[in-house]
């Protein structure tokens, strides 16, 4: 009967084993790295697409703000009129005055800032992309947009429910489409109810509008103050012009 020798397996060594260890713990460590430059990568680029995003957004609502401010200067300035024009003897010219003044009254414009670049920078948890500054001078400017619009309410509401009924009982509403869109008024500028009564509700009415206006310019001066401040974080981070 055959005897079978089994063949002898010869022993690694520790400096055999200690070197294959060493290539998978090489392999595995150099692959964590890639991985974790490949995410940095990633992120990087992701955080200069949103900033990007960001940027135009806040450019734009810089130059709305600006122009914002300078109608509720000339709004102001139209209602303190009001008070003169309403109390001058009637003729053409002045009655146009008057109604251009009335115009400036009932109209409103609310600051209907960008927000889309931001909500979704937010809804992304994008923001751990950008600097504690960027992030404080986003939400800064988040919380006085708040605060605006808020004010922007209260004017509204004054106007829908005071301003316009006692409006409608004196002025044509067509005439002021005609200032609004057109060089010339082409429809009856009639002054109807100007008792002393109306006059005195009216102007009373109006000076509510006025401080609300102020309120809101002040307000408008903060926030393109801020909207500048996250314009320049944004420019200090990614060298935009």
Request: net charge neutral; proline share 1%.
């Amino acid at each position: 009967m055959e005897v079978h020798h089994h063949a002898k397996v010869e022993k690694k060594h520790f400096k055999e084993h200690f070197l294959e260890f060493l290539m998978i713990f090489l392999a595995v460590t150099l692959g964590f790295f890639a991985e974790n430059l490949r995410e940095h990568i990633s992120d990087k680029n992701k955080a200069k697409m949103f900033a990007v995003s960001l940027y135009q957004d806040f450019k734009t609502d810089s130059v709305s703000l600006f122009r914002l401010i300078n109608y509720t200067n000339e709004k102001i300035r139209n209602i303190d009129s009001l008070d003169y024009f309403i109390h001058q003897p009637r003729n053409r010219s002045r009655d146009s005055s008057l109604y251009r003044s009335a115009v400036y009254l009932v109209s409103t414009s609310p600051f209907d800032n960008l927000t889309g670049a931001y909500e979704q920078v937010k809804n992304t948890g994008s923001l751990r992309f950008f600097t504690q500054a960027l992030i404080n001078a986003l939400n800064s400017y988040e919380a006085t947009s708040a605060k605006l619009k808020q004010m922007e309410d209260w004017e509204s509401k004054v106007l829908y429910e005071q301003v316009f009924p006692k409006t409608g009982e004196m002025f044509n509403f067509l005439v002021m489409d005609d200032l609004r869109n057109q060089d010339h008024i082409s429809h009856n500028m009639y002054l109807k109810n100007m008792t002393e009564e109306f006059v005195d509700v009216l102007l009373n009415q109006s000076i509510v509008i006025k401080h609300l206006r102020e309120r809101q310019l002040l307000v408008l001066n903060v926030l393109l103050q801020k909207a500048n401040e996250v314009l320049a974080e944004l420019r200090k981070e990614y060298n935009f012009k």
